[in-house]
Every structure is written in structure tokens, then in C-alpha cells.
T-cell receptor, first 115, second 112 residues
Framework: NAGVTQTPKFQVLKTGQSMTLQCAQD?????MYWYRQDPGMGLRLIYY???????DKGEVPNGYNVSRLNKREFSLRLESAAPSQTSVYFC??????????????FGPGTRLTVT | SQKIEQNSEALNIQEGKTATLTCNYT??????LQWYRQDPGRGPVFLLL???NEKEKRKERLKVTFDTTLKQSLFHITASQPADSATYLC???????????WGAGTKLIIKP
């Protein structure tokens, strides 16, 4: 099992350019998430998808869109990148673990720089 | 609003000693709390979960406590090793089981 995979690992964009971050999981999880992580701050939720066909805004959705393509894939799109979107982006999925609670499993992250 | 606080300063511990990290929460009472480890350049990895009715949870050299009166969870690593050096994140649930609130994490450095 690959777990959660993300592409690309690194990306540099110019202000105003667009791009899509891809995420896939092979654990048959219903829920998937996109976070951003900035120095000195906790993970902040951008969007999440509780199940295939549904998406909801998180804490910081402005400037982003998402697509839950199927149960496995959840993509994040930046339509017009801004320097404030320079960050590390993590995709995660969750399912009911052996603890009975929804543990989250993370991808390796995408380091995005917007100049 | 719901808030999670972890020590923002790095914690330096001598190898072999016990490291103790603190997670404080305010303005709500989570039913459980999760702890994750994050290594540089990688995503967080789930370590332990403790429920509100559990005083203590152990896994190998790891121990987590949950004090609902103090609104605090402590994360202990006994017999610490340099390989334990990482950032440790606490994360209780938000309003539903699908979302977590994340602390900023505490960086732990174990010196040989």
C-alpha cells in the first residue's frame, strides 16, 4: 500500500499562475483533507471532503478550489496564485482506526513558492 | 473559539532522560485527543489517542495523560533517544469526528 501520495513535491509559480495539486489514497477512506502548514503555525484546514461527492470549506478556503474526483482522489486548485499562498501543502485521509476514532494519514507534502 | 496551545520553544533533553510535552486546550471539552509526530520535510504520523475517560495511555516508551480539570494533556517519552527528535503535535477533534484542531507543535531535540 502506498498510503497517501501527492504530486508534485515542489513547485514554483509566478503570481497569477494557476496549478492543481494532486492527491490519492489507497486505504479506502471516506474522508480526505487539504491543509497548509506555515512556520510557527499549526496545520490549517483549507477544504475537506467527508465522502465521495461532497466537499466543504475549512478555516482558510479563499483562493482555493477542490474536486473530489472519486473515492481515491482529491485535488486542490489555485486559480490565481498569490505570494501569501507560499506554504507547504499536505493532503490527508482518515478512516476509523483500531482506536475507534478517525486517525489521519498524511501525504509527503508539496512545497509551493509563489514569487 | 476552540484553541490549542503547545510550547512554541524547542525542548532540549539529554539522551536517556524523560521528555515531557504539554498541550493545553481552552473553550471546549474534547472527547479525545490525538498525538502525532512530524519529522522535517514529512507529513505528521499518528502516535496515540487518549479519551476523556482515560487518565493515561501507554505505547512502548510513550505515555500520554489527559486531565480534563486542568484542560491539559501531557506527552512523555521515557529513556529518550536522538531518534526521538522531531516535532510533536496534539490534535483534539473539532465539532465532528472528521476534523481536528492542530496545535503548532513542540520541537523536541534529544542530545546524545
Amino acid at each position: 500500500n502506498a498510503g497517501v501520495t501527492q504530486t508534485p513535491k515542489f513547485q514554483v509559480l509566478k503570481t497569477g499562475q494557476s496549478m492543481t495539486l494532486q492527491c490519492a489514497q489507497d486505504m479506502n477512506h471516506n474522508s480526505m483533507y487539504w491543509y497548509r502548514q506555515d512556520p510557527g503555525m499549526g496545520l490549517r484546514l483549507i477544504y475537506y471532503s467527508a465522502s465521495e461527492g461532497t466537499t466543504d470549506k475549512g478555516e482558510v478556503p479563499n483562493g482555493y478550489n477542490v474536486s473530489r474526483l472519486n473515492k481515491r482522489e482529491f485535488s486542490l486548485r489555485l486559480e490565481s496564485a498569490a505570494p501569501s499562498q507560499t506554504s507547504v501543502y499536505f493532503c490527508a485521509s482518515s478512516g476509523k482506526g483500531r482506536t475507534g476514532a478517525y486517525e489521519q494519514y498524511f501525504g509527503p507534502g508539496t512545497r509551493l513558492t509563489v514569487t | 473559539s476552540q484553541k490549542i496551545e503547545q510550547n512554541s520553544e524547542a525542548l532540549n533533553i539529554q539522551e536517556g532522560k524523560t521528555a515531557t510535552l504539554t498541550c493545553n486546550y481552552t473553550n471546549y471539552s474534547p472527547a479525545y485527543l490525538q498525538w502525532y509526530r512530524q519529522d522535517p520535510g514529512r507529513g505528521p504520523v499518528f502516535l496515540l489517542l487518549i479519551r476523556e475517560n482515560e487518565k493515561e495511555k501507554r505505547k512502548e516508551r510513550l505515555k500520554v495523560t489527559f486531565d480534563t480539570t486542568l484542560k491539559q494533556s501531557l506527552f512523555h517519552i521515557t529513556a529518550s533517544q536522538p531518534a526521538d527528535s522531531a516535532t510533536y503535535l496534539c490534535a483534539p477533534p473539532r465539532n465532528s469526528n472528521y476534523q481536528l484542531i492542530w496545535g503548532a507543535g513542540t520541537k523536541l531535540i534529544i542530545k546524545p
